[in-house]
């Protein structure tokens, strides 16, 4: 639309739309007045016509402007993703899935004080590494409002051990996990800040993290059996 105003300002610009009047006739940049046999002459005036092709110029470059900024900055309804082309990027490469909102995503994690109730997920990343399901997802803190990043992995079977095994660790988790919660299906790393990188493979060391303590768990599991 703004390069549409902006074409439309140039040919007004180039011809100019000022004219002569009722009892005029134009010749070339001049008007000859009829009818009175006078044969007055004058100059076309066409600065009209030129200020009118500045202003149609004008707001062409504005809403072009303005278009662009939208198109590639602006908000598009859902500002939490902004930010997130590492989630998008892995999404596409690995064929995994990416969602911009997923209000059903902590539905099953009310009881998460960290999580809150009723709250949606964010830059949502579905995937599976070492054949383990996994989201990533950004969420707001119930105190703060302010974003956060939190990563879930899930078991392939849920077990009431895995959460007796695991808060019998010390300490169960190391550097880059944060805060680490279990549950019988899924073990999840709760983190400080929103995470925002350019790089893609970073936004799954929390996951590598996560999967190498469920895995570890199956090997002690599987050797005291």
């Not at 939190?150 to 849920?158: D, E, F, N």
């Not at 190391?174 to 925002?196: E, F, K, T, Y």
Request: a negative charge; one cysteine or more.
């Amino acid at each position: 639309m703004g390069l549409v105003i902006l074409a439309l300002g140039v040919v007004l610009l180039m011809n100019g739309t000022a004219g002569c009047a009722a009892t005029e006739t134009r010749v070339g940049n001049q008007c000859f007045t009829v009818g009175d046999g006078s044969g007055l002459a004058r100059p076309l005036d066409q600065q009209g016509g030129r200020m009118t092709g500045l202003l149609v110029i004008a707001i062409g470059g504005v809403v072009g402007v303005a278009g662009g900024w939208l198109t590639f900055f602006g908000d598009r309804s859902v500002t939490p993703a902004t930010g997130v082309g590492d989630r998008i990027e892995l999404a596409r490469r690995e064929g995994w899935r990416f969602l911009d909102v997923d209000p059903d995503l902590l539905a099953d994690w009310s009881d998460t004080p960290d999580f809150g109730e009723d709250q949606p997920a964010y830059a949502v990343l579905r995937g599976v590494h070492d054949d383990l399901e996994f989201v990533v997802f950004d969420y707001r803190k119930p105190d703060t409002g302010e974003l956060a990043t939190a990563w879930i992995v899930y078991l392939p079977q849920p077990s009431r051990t895995f959460v007796k095994w695991a808060t019998s660790q010390d300490p169960l988790y190391r550097r880059p996990l944060n805060m680490v919660g279990v549950r019988s299906d899924a073990i999840v790393d709760i983190g400080r800040r929103v995470h925002r990188s350019v790089e893609p493979e970073s936004i799954l060391r929390q996951v590598r993290a996560l999967a190498e303590i469920i895995r570890r768990f199956e090997s002690q599991a599987a050797a005291g059996s």
